[in-house]
């Protein structure tokens, strides 16, 4: 989604603003929709305010762990190119060694047989390529795992340096597990957090963003408040997409 993260938070202050403009009128402010009464929208305020909270609290385990996984993938192709060489100088059969090449092009995200060139000139529809770099965290985890089985396979396959080891390689296999397991879950929670916010934030006539519009044209019907009108009219709120703005 485009809409910055900021304007969430931004728009909820506003609706502070909102309250305290026409708070302040007193008694005048006395609507018959109950959901733009004032004890109404302190509550969707209040709502606001933990919702925006909870986005806060779920963004910044989640950033950790993507720059943890960062951290711990960094390494895997450099890793495997040595393995590969390792490989290479044992008495391996050429066929293993093949295959071994044949994974560490899709951990790296090498493509086994060249990308086919568009036909020229090209067709009125683009040709999209269907990417098979497998670049995806799960499929390089995969691809590693399948990796180590071919090398447990093979006999010759006895590396002195133990981050080639399959021992090495294992423990080095389980940390990428984890700290991919650690973003997929963390990611899962501010998921979650995201749609409760949409949801105080924007969901169709009971969410925040249709309140202020509610209460601003409330305000418009009495006479002796134009100036707090046009005040309320600068204060301008943001919402995400149509097509993404929760409906129940």
Do not use: C
């Amino acid at each position: 989604m485009a809409y910055q993260e900021t304007g969430h938070a931004q728009n909820v202050a506003k609706f502070h603003t909102v309250i305290t403009k026409v708070t302040a009128i007193g008694v005048v402010y006395n609507p018959s929709n109950a959901l733009i009464k004032l004890a109404a929208l302190g509550i969707v305020a209040t709502n606001g305010d933990t919702v925006i909270l909870g986005v806060d609290n779920s963004f910044t385990p989640w950033s950790n762990n993507v720059g943890g996984r960062e951290e711990q993938f960094s390494p895997l192709s450099p890793r495997v190119t040595n393995v590969i060489s390792a490989l290479k100088a044992t008495k391996a059969s050429a066929k293993t060694i093949k295959d071994a090449i044949a994974l560490e092009k899709k951990i790296q995200g090498r493509r086994a047989t060249p990308k086919p060139k568009p036909v020229i000139p090209p067709p009125l529809v683009p040709i999209v390529y269907i990417s098979a770099s497998q670049m995806q965290f799960d499929s390089r985890i995969e691809n590693f795992r399948k990796l180590i089985i071919l090398l447990t396979s093979e006999p010759e396959y006895i590396p002195n340096e133990p981050e080639l080891t399959i021992a090495g390689l294992t423990t080095y296999l389980g940390l990428l597990q984890s700290t991919n397991t650690a973003v997929v879950t963390s990611l899962a929670t501010l998921t979650e957090a995201r749609k409760a916010r949409n949801i105080v934030l924007y969901l169709i006539e009971t969410g925040l963003y249709d309140i202020q519009k509610s209460v601003k044209a409330y305000i418009r019907s009495i006479p002796s408040q134009t100036n707090l009108y046009k005040q309320l009219t600068k204060i301008k709120f943001t919402q995400p997409p149509k097509k993404d703005r929760p409906t129940s």
